[in-house]
C-alpha cells in the first residue's frame, strides 16, 4: 500500500510537509514545491501506484474521483479560466517521482503549446 521510500507516501503519512489543498481517504492534493506557472498543484493517489502502467480495474474508483474533482480543485486555486493536467510516465515521459499524480497547471495567462516544438 506505501513504500517508506517514497516522498509522496511520506507525505500522505504527515512526515514530509506540503501545502495541501485537500486530504481524504483516497487523494491528496499539494501545491507542486517547484511550480511551473502561477497554479501547480499535483494531486495524488494515496496508494503508492507506480504510474498509470501499474494501474488497473481495482483503481478505477480512484482514478474517476481524482478526474472529477480537478475542476473544482483548479478553480479554487485560481485557475478559473482554464488548466492543464499533466500524467508523466516512466522515463520517456520524464517521470521523476514514482507514485502516480497528476500535475494541473493554470494561468491566469495562457500556458502556451503543450509541448516545445523543435
Ligand atoms: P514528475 O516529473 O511528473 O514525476 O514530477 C514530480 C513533481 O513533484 C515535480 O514537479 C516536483 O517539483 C514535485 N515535487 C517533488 N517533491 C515534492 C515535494 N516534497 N512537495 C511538492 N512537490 C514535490
Ligand atoms: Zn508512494
Do not use: W
Amino acid at each position: 500500500m506505501n513504500d517508506p521510500n517514497c516522498i509522496f507516501c511520506n507525505i500522505a503519512k504527515g512526515l514530509i510537509p506540503a501545502k495541501k489543498l485537500h486530504d481524504d481517504e483516497d487523494l491528496m492534493a499539494f501545491h507542486d514545491i517547484r511550480p511551473q506557472a502561477p497554479v501547480h498543484f499535483l494531486l495524488v493517489p494515496k496508494a503508492h501506484i507506480v504510474s498509470l502502467y501499474e494501474a488497473t480495474a481495482e483503481h478505477q474508483a480512484v482514478f474517476g474521483k481524482m478526474l472529477t474533482m480537478t475542476g473544482r480543485l483548479a478553480r479554487e486555486a485560481g485557475a478559473s479560466d482554464g488548466f492543464r493536467t499533466i500524467i508523466n510516465n516512466g522515463r520517456v515521459g520524464h517521470q521523476e517521482v514514482y507514485h502516480v499524480h497528476m500535475h494541473v497547471l493554470g494561468g491566469p495567462e495562457p500556458l502556451g503549446p503543450m509541448l516545445l516544438r523543435k
